[in-house]
Structures are given as structure tokens and as C-alpha cells.
């Protein structure tokens, strides 16, 4: 079913994804839930590079600031260079 929608004055159709048979046999293990946590649920498996493949890869808000070089940076302060010379001497 294509749904057309008016983006800045140009007409634009689109077609919804539709569920491969991975993503329904994984749908279907959610019979009790309500349709529209079914639907949601078919949304984030259809969308990005893992649509359809019935993976999901879910990374947590900070990621990027948690684990990131910044981080590293700042927690390790540096050493001044020895530039061969012995700690014993």
C-alpha cells in the first residue's frame, strides 16, 4: 500500500516495509502483546542496515562519551619523557 505525502510543496510516495519472514517469526512470539507494541517492534526491525534480518543492535545514550577518546585522554595523565635515562641512576 503506497501512502503519498506532500514534503515542501513536491508530492512523494512511499511504500511501508514489509515484514520479511524472519522479522514475522520473530513477531510471532508476541502474541500477547498489544498491536501497537507488535507494530513498534516491526518498525525498529525493518529500519537501517540491519532491516528485515531480524537483528537488532541497541547501544546505550552515552556510548560515545563513555567509551570515547576523550575519555582515555583525559584519565591518563602523561609522563615527561625520559629520553633514555634510567629511573635508578
Excluded at 508476541?30 to 513498534?40: L, Q
Excluded at 576523550?70 to 625520559?82: C, I, K, Q, V
Aim: glycine share 8%; charged share 25%; hydrophobic share 35%.
Amino acid at each position: 500500500m503506497a501512502v503519498t505525502e506532500a514534503v515542501r510543496g513536491a508530492s512523494v510516495a512511499w511504500a511501508a516495509p514489509r515484514n520479511t519472514e524472519r522479522v514475522q517469526e520473530i513477531l510471532s512470539r508476541y502474541e500477547s502483546d498489544n498491536p501497537g507494541t507488535k507494530t513498534n517492534l516491526a518498525r525498529l526491525l525493518n529500519h537501517g542496515r540491519l532491516a528485515g534480518t531480524g537483528k537488532l543492535v541497541i547501544l546505550p545514550v552515552d556510548q560515545g562519551f563513555e567509551h570515547g577518546p576523550r575519555r582515555l585522554a583525559l584519565s591518563r595523565p602523561r609522563r615527561p619523557a625520559t629520553r633514555g635515562k634510567s629511573r635508578s641512576s
